[in-house]
């Protein structure tokens, strides 16, 4: 017998259980594999942040991919989905030095070592969060692989990389422009720049030639950086121009001469058409400076203050530098004119500071030969990208790439293995501790303070996690990976890297045969999926500001972890945003508690049959599937629907249509099995003593059947619902540890009865049609009422199934009319008439017709079969449209009209009927 289940169903009272319950049993770890595993289902969580907390984009990720992940699963496919966090550099960083600000010291104080340390402190105490959350959303990882980018194993795997890419001559150390973070006080990636355009100034300012004889006028609108001018620049054509170049300039405000070049660069028709060169604040002046040989002068420091070589503006944050300077140039006349102008200003991701353009020795890789690879993995189709559109965007930065500055001025990451000279000021680049110098033997050697960008140590996950550099079983095993879920703001940031990262290293690893690896088995995955947005009800992007911020774990606390699952799966659609609404998830909250009631009910009804000697064998509920063929109808109906929804979810979810997926089990689940065919076999369910025990037994079965196949069905998108009934279905003695273990249900085509749902349609089509016209006659409930039925097609449908129309849409009689139509209107002109398809449908009923009322609907519905008859007749009748439209759209209007044609005629008829009766 089954457990009992509670009245009501509590979410809170089952999750907590079942999601300790997972990890406690260690479920979902996967050992390696003794030998090799023919398309393994591998997945990479996107390592969120160590300093991160659940919101609704994780919440969107992770159901996805558990949702993918328990699907392959239940087919039989080995899964495994890896999960761990990320040191997050900056992050972090920031997080503990505010602590630190709270207690009244600072980094700089507390020393390298020591801050490092507290760090680590800081991440065993708070760095656990977000993967306490995974695990209480019931994440169906294998905890035992849990990894941290800084961890051990990870670290040797990061510096090997590093060593190698340096033998190879792809890293480098040199001194150019990067966007430096005044706050962070690091060099920053352009892919941590947000770009905002704001209303600024055009600031005209005239430079005196160094003779006196005149002077030219630039624009500019970082007038500040002009004390690190080293030239202008005109174009060589610009006739303006001409007689300046070579000409010597005095520097406003300093007591510097700076020459008057020409460089194509120079735009004759932006500004004034002259350029000043600020080779260490600016990206464009610095390439100009190398053409020419020039010298850069820094005039910020780290923090974005002028330092000395900006003179007496020497201390000054930029901004307060920006005015002295203006208030300066204009005390002298040479402040010429100043504009409106949209400036597009960079800013930090992480701080939202404004970014300064600085002269920097940093770290880079020259990252064209990755790229290169990297391209003709995706042109070559080794991954494909969903929804297709991401793979333009894709190819556009890679085409566009840029030599990755990898170095960050931090002091938690990973330290570069490089250590500095001080007597032949050569570096040594090793994976151990050197002891001495490579080049001249010195032991006097410093290890470079900086770090490595946290996106070089998560763009070697897919292999790192595995075991490399060591040819581990894991990496032979698991390798590529199939699939990538993720969000399109870290496509460059993240997937990009991976994938020129894996395509260069795992190019070197041969095959587990021995033989050379192909690009094709480089990729670190198959398959990219790119999942939407969530915004707020009304589309609106969520942001703190607009305080329209949605928090899953509030949400989770009210509707149930299930029903936020349910909700953003059924709008999670390849390349559309998700507009999360409560009242969505509302209802799914309710179609839980839907399933939870039915469940109830069945187990009464087990119980109900064991009482009366019927016992069936829940062991082999698959096989009660195939059922005979004087099943009654109902029978071969939902075996048949539970069949074909089965193969159209499988073919949702492998093609990323979760929305798909998702709604049509509800659709099977609420609209077929719990409304009709629940209220269908209470009929056959006959447990007196002179009943058919046979016919009771074969109903439960089926029933049992169905329902069993239906939570295994519905088990990857509300895992804690379908656990907690499937393990009371079996009284906590299930054939499998859990229901995610079980098999998922498949496509039986023996089973798909085509006739038995064309059959099952007609049926409700007539129980809803009875149904709604009791209600506009308003028939009480509880009356049975005699019905008359002509149907043009099958009437045997009502013949062997008259318990059913009795039942479900209280009706007392049922007569088969066989008379031509047009002999009716007058027989029964004194009976409610209503059509419904290919039926008429004549309702007995003695309570006299409002025939104003019956009228004034009829005439309603004539004029609108009319108007949208005209409608068809008008495109049919377009000849420019027939030829364009495809044949199925010309098809489908061709037998709406045919339709239309029939209601039409019998609306009418109706009509001439009541004029009838009213005559009498």
């Given at each position: 017998?089954?457990?009992?289940?509670?009245?009501?169903?509590?979410?809170?009272?089952?999750?907590?259980?079942?999601?300790?319950?997972?990890?406690?049993?260690?479920?979902?770890?996967?050992?390696?594999?003794?030998?090799?595993?023919?398309?393994?289902?591998?997945?990479?969580?996107?390592?969120?942040?160590?300093?991160?907390?659940?919101?609704?984009?994780?919440?969107?990720?992770?159901?996805?991919?558990?949702?993918?992940?328990?699907?392959?699963?239940?087919?039989?496919?080995?899964?495994?989905?890896?999960?761990?966090?990320?040191?997050?550099?900056?992050?972090?960083?920031?997080?503990?030095?505010?602590?630190?600000?709270?207690?009244?010291?600072?980094?700089?104080?507390?020393?390298?070592?020591?801050?490092?340390?507290?760090?680590?402190?800081?991440?065993?105490?708070?760095?656990?969060?977000?993967?306490?959350?995974?695990?209480?959303?019931?994440?169906?990882?294998?905890?035992?692989?849990?990894?941290?980018?800084?961890?051990?194993?990870?670290?040797?795997?990061?510096?090997?990389?590093?060593?190698?890419?340096?033998?190879?001559?792809?890293?480098?150390?040199?001194?150019?422009?990067?966007?430096?973070?005044?706050?962070?006080?690091?060099?920053?990636?352009?892919?941590?720049?947000?770009?905002?355009?704001?209303?600024?100034?055009?600031?005209?300012?005239?430079?005196?030639?160094?003779?006196?004889?005149?002077?030219?006028?630039?624009?500019?609108?970082?007038?500040?950086?002009?004390?690190?001018?080293?030239?202008?620049?005109?174009?060589?054509?610009?006739?303006?121009?001409?007689?300046?170049?070579?000409?010597?300039?005095?520097?406003?405000?300093?007591?510097?001469?700076?020459?008057?070049?020409?460089?194509?660069?120079?735009?004759?028709?932006?500004?004034?058409?002259?350029?000043?060169?600020?080779?260490?604040?600016?990206?464009?002046?610095?390439?100009?400076?190398?053409?020419?040989?020039?010298?850069?002068?820094?005039?910020?420091?780290?923090?974005?203050?002028?330092?000395?070589?900006?003179?007496?503006?020497?201390?000054?944050?930029?901004?307060?530098?920006?005015?002295?300077?203006?208030?300066?140039?204009?005390?002298?006349?040479?402040?010429?004119?100043?504009?409106?102008?949209?400036?597009?200003?960079?800013?930090?991701?992480?701080?939202?500071?404004?970014?300064?353009?600085?002269?920097?020795?940093?770290?880079?890789?020259?990252?064209?030969?990755?790229?290169?690879?990297?391209?003709?993995?995706?042109?070559?189709?080794?991954?494909?990208?969903?929804?297709?559109?991401?793979?333009?965007?894709?190819?556009?930065?890679?085409?566009?790439?840029?030599?990755?500055?990898?170095?960050?001025?931090?002091?938690?990451?990973?330290?570069?293995?490089?250590?500095?000279?001080?007597?032949?000021?050569?570096?040594?680049?090793?994976?151990?501790?050197?002891?001495?110098?490579?080049?001249?033997?010195?032991?006097?050697?410093?290890?470079?303070?900086?770090?490595?960008?946290?996106?070089?140590?998560?763009?070697?996950?897919?292999?790192?996690?595995?075991?490399?550099?060591?040819?581990?079983?894991?990496?032979?095993?698991?390798?590529?990976?199939?699939?990538?879920?993720t969000g399109f703001d870290i496509l460059f940031f993240w997937v990009a890297r991976m994938i020129m990262l894996g395509c260069h290293f795992m190019l070197d690893v041969p095959m587990p045969d021995g033989s050379q690896r192909t690009l094709k088995d480089a990729v670190p995955f198959r398959e990219v999926y790119i999942h939407a947005l969530v915004r707020d009800a009304d589309r609106q992007k969520m942001s703190k500001t607009k305080g329209n911020v949605i928090d899953p774990i509030d949400i989770i606390q009210r509707f149930g972890t299930d029903a936020v699952r349910f909700t953003l799966a059924s709008m999670a659609s390849p390349g559309t945003d998700i507009a999360f609404s409560e009242?969505?998830?509302?209802?799914?909250?309710?179609?839980?508690?839907?399933?939870?009631?039915?469940?109830?009910?069945?187990?009464?009804?087990?119980?109900?049959?064991?009482?009366?000697?019927?016992?069936?064998?829940?062991?082999?509920?698959?096989?009660?599937?195939?059922?005979?063929?004087?099943?009654?109808?109902?029978?071969?109906?939902?075996?048949?629907?539970?069949?074909?929804?089965?193969?159209?979810?499988?073919?949702?979810?492998?093609?990323?249509?979760?929305?798909?997926?998702?709604?049509?089990?509800?659709?099977?689940?609420?609209?077929?099995?719990?409304?009709?065919?629940?209220?269908?076999?209470?009929?056959?369910?006959?447990?007196?003593?002179?009943?058919?025990?046979?016919?009771?037994?074969?109903?439960?079965?089926?029933?049992?059947?169905?329902?069993?196949?239906?939570?295994?069905?519905?088990?990857?998108?509300?895992?804690?619902?379908?656990?907690?009934?499937?393990?009371?279905?079996?009284?906590?003695?299930?054939?499998?540890?859990?229901?995610?273990?079980?098999?998922?249900?498949?496509?039986?085509?023996?089973?798909?009865?085509?006739?038995?749902?064309?059959?099952?349609?007609?049926?409700?089509?007539?129980?809803?049609?009875?149904?709604?016209?009791?209600?506009?006659?308003?028939?009480?409930?509880?009356?049975?009422?005699?019905?008359?039925?002509?149907?043009?097609?099958?009437?045997?449908?009502?013949?062997?199934?008259?318990?059913?129309?009795?039942?479900?849409?209280?009706?007392?009689?049922?007569?088969?009319?066989?008379?031509?139509?047009?002999?009716?209107?007058?027989?029964?002109?004194?009976?409610?008439?209503?059509?419904?398809?290919?039926?008429?449908?004549?309702?007995?009923?003695?309570?006299?017709?409002?025939?104003?009322?019956?009228?004034?609907?009829?005439?309603?519905?004539?004029?609108?079969?009319?108007?949208?008859?005209?409608?068809?007749?008008?495109?049919?009748?377009?000849?420019?449209?027939?030829?364009?439209?495809?044949?199925?759209?010309?098809?489908?209007?061709?037998?709406?009209?045919?339709?239309?044609?029939?209601?039409?005629?019998?609306?009418?008829?109706?009509?001439?009927?009541?004029?009838?009766?009213?005559?009498?």
């Amino acid at each position: 017998m089954p457990r009992e289940l509670p009245k009501a169903y509590d979410p809170t009272a089952i999750e907590d259980k079942w999601a300790e319950y997972w990890v406690r049993e260690r479920l979902f770890d996967v050992p390696t594999p003794a030998s090799a595993v023919k398309n393994p289902f591998v997945i990479l969580l996107p390592p969120p942040n160590v300093t991160g907390r659940l919101h609704m984009g994780h919440m969107l990720n992770q159901t996805e991919m558990d949702i993918l992940t328990r699907w392959h699963r239940m087919r039989g496919d080995l899964s495994l989905w890896v999960p761990g966090t990320d040191h997050a550099g900056i992050a972090t960083q920031m997080m503990v030095e505010r602590q630190l600000v709270n207690e009244g010291t600072t980094r700089q104080q507390l020393g390298r070592d020591a801050f490092v340390g507290r760090v680590w402190e800081w991440k065993k105490e708070y760095g656990g969060a977000i993967l306490d959350q995974m695990k209480r959303l019931g994440a169906s990882v294998d905890w035992s692989r849990e990894y941290f980018t800084m961890d051990e194993r990870l670290s040797v795997a990061v510096r090997e990389a590093f060593v190698r890419l340096h033998e190879q001559g792809l890293i480098y150390r040199g001194a150019y422009i990067v966007n430096w973070c005044p706050r962070c006080q690091t060099a920053i990636s352009d892919l941590e720049v947000v770009h905002e355009e704001q209303q600024g100034k055009l600031y005209e300012i005239r430079y005196p030639l160094a003779d006196g004889s005149g002077g030219i006028t630039i624009a500019t609108t970082r007038p500040e950086t002009m004390l690190g001018d080293v030239a202008v620049v005109v174009n060589p054509t610009d006739a303006r121009h001409m007689h300046l170049q070579g000409k010597k300039l005095r520097l406003p405000l300093t007591d510097r001469v700076i020459p008057i070049l020409p460089d194509e660069w120079a735009n004759p028709e932006f500004g004034t058409g002259a350029v000043k060169v600020t080779p260490a604040h600016d990206p464009n002046d610095f390439a100009i400076a190398q053409r020419h040989k020039l010298t850069p002068i820094i005039v910020m420091d780290e923090t974005a203050h002028m330092n000395a070589e900006a003179g007496i503006y020497a201390g000054l944050d930029r901004y307060v530098a920006r005015k002295k300077i203006l208030a300066d140039l204009e005390a002298q006349g040479l402040l010429v004119a100043v504009k409106d102008h949209v400036n597009s200003i960079g800013k930090c991701d992480r701080c939202k500071t404004v970014v300064e353009p600085r002269l920097s020795t940093q770290w880079f890789i020259k990252i064209q030969p990755l790229a290169d690879k990297a391209i003709e993995a995706v042109e070559s189709g080794a991954i494909q990208f969903t929804p297709e559109q991401y793979k333009k965007t894709y190819f556009e930065w890679m085409r566009n790439i840029h030599d990755w500055c990898i170095s960050r001025q931090l002091w938690w990451g990973h330290r570069i293995p490089a250590w500095h000279c001080a007597d032949c000021k050569e570096i040594t680049v090793a994976r151990e501790t050197p002891a001495v110098c490579s080049h001249c033997g010195s032991a006097k050697l410093t290890q470079e303070t900086d770090v490595l960008d946290t996106w070089f140590s998560s763009g070697l996950l897919p292999f790192t996690v595995f075991g490399w550099p060591q040819r581990t079983p894991d990496l032979t095993a698991f390798y590529p990976t199939q699939l990538l879920v993720t969000g399109f703001d870290i496509l460059f940031f993240w997937v990009a890297r991976m994938i020129m990262l894996g395509c260069h290293f795992m190019l070197d690893v041969p095959m587990p045969d021995g033989s050379q690896r192909t690009l094709k088995d480089a990729v670190p995955f198959r398959e990219v999926y790119i999942h939407a947005l969530v915004r707020d009800a009304d589309r609106q992007k969520m942001s703190k500001t607009k305080g329209n911020v949605i928090d899953p774990i509030d949400i989770i606390q009210r509707f149930g972890t299930d029903a936020v699952r349910f909700t953003l799966a059924s709008m999670a659609s390849p390349g559309t945003d998700i507009a999360f609404s409560e009242a969505r998830t509302e209802g799914y909250r309710a179609f839980a508690n839907k399933i939870w009631n039915a469940a109830r009910f069945i187990f009464m009804q087990m119980d109900r049959a064991k009482e009366v000697g019927i016992e069936v064998d829940l062991r082999n509920l698959d096989q009660a599937l195939r059922l005979p063929d004087d099943a009654p109808l109902e029978a071969r109906w939902i075996v048949s629907r539970l069949n074909t929804t089965a193969e159209k979810v499988h073919l949702a979810l492998a093609n990323y249509r979760f929305d798909d997926a998702a709604n049509l089990i509800y659709q099977f689940f609420w609209g077929e099995f719990c409304d009709w065919y629940l209220e269908i076999v209470k009929i056959r369910l006959n447990f007196s003593e002179t009943g058919d025990k046979a016919a009771t037994k074969a109903a439960l079965t089926t029933l049992f059947s169905v329902f069993e196949a239906a939570l295994r069905l519905l088990s990857p998108f509300m895992p804690f619902l379908t656990e907690e009934i499937w393990h009371a279905f079996y009284d906590n003695k299930p054939p499998v540890e859990s229901i995610a273990l079980a098999s998922y249900p498949i496509l039986n085509t023996a089973l798909v009865d085509p006739r038995a749902e064309y059959q099952m349609v007609n049926l409700i089509f007539i129980v809803v049609a009875i149904r709604a016209r009791r209600k506009e006659l308003d028939i009480e409930e509880k009356v049975s009422v005699p019905v008359k039925i002509v149907m043009w097609d099958g009437y045997s449908i009502v013949e062997n199934n008259r318990d059913i129309l009795q039942r479900l849409a209280k009706v007392s009689t049922i007569e088969d009319v066989k008379f031509v139509y047009r002999d009716l209107r007058g027989k029964y002109a004194n009976l409610a008439w209503y059509v419904a398809g290919p039926t008429d449908i004549y309702i007995d009923y003695v309570k006299s017709i409002d025939i104003p009322a019956e009228r004034e609907r009829l005439t309603k519905d004539l004029a609108k079969y009319e108007k949208e008859m005209e409608s068809k007749q008008s495109q049919l009748q377009n000849d420019g449209f027939l030829v364009k439209a495809p044949a199925k759209i010309v098809e489908g209007l061709r037998t709406r009209a045919d339709e239309l044609t029939v209601l039409i005629e019998k609306t009418r008829a109706a009509l001439e009927s009541l004029d009838t009766v009213e005559s009498r």
